[in-house]
């Protein structure tokens, strides 16, 4: 997974997690693109910033139709500072929300450990 994301092309500015939200919603999690209605959806969103858009509603209609919302907040560095409120916001419960201040470097142990035990809280095969 650590891969994929690292293949993901940024331009380097500009956080519009609201917009995201709403293809979520829209077209990646719309039937006919192969969502079965019948499988909980789980959406993981990374992230260094404070959208620059509103994320309240259109996080609101991902879990009303019963997506569970894990957001993982990365710790940007001393430039810049995570809004933890708008995570909690998105995620619509706390214990949904993971920090990771060690930048992008510390997703693995996240991965490995964090999510891992939340997402399988009795022992599971490799998550």
Do not use: W
Request: net charge negative.
């Amino acid at each position: 997974m650590l891969d994929a994301l690292a293949k993901i092309p940024y331009n380097g500015f500009g956080t519009k997690t609201g917009k995201a939200l709403v293809h979520l919603n829209d077209v990646i999690l719309a039937e006919e693109n192969g969502n079965r209605p019948d499988a909980v959806d789980i959406i993981f969103l990374i992230t260094d910033g404070r959208s620059q858009d509103g994320v309240r509603d259109e996080a609101i209609q991902l879990r009303a139709r019963g997506a569970a919302i894990y957001v993982i907040g990365v710790e940007p560095g001393i430039e810049a500072e995570l809004y933890r409120e708008q995570l909690y916001e998105i995620a619509g419960n706390p214990q949904n929300v993971f920090i990771v201040e060690e930048g992008f470097a510390g997703l693995s142990d996240l991965f490995r450990e964090g999510i891992q035990q939340r997402m399988c809280p009795q022992p599971c095969e490799d998550f």
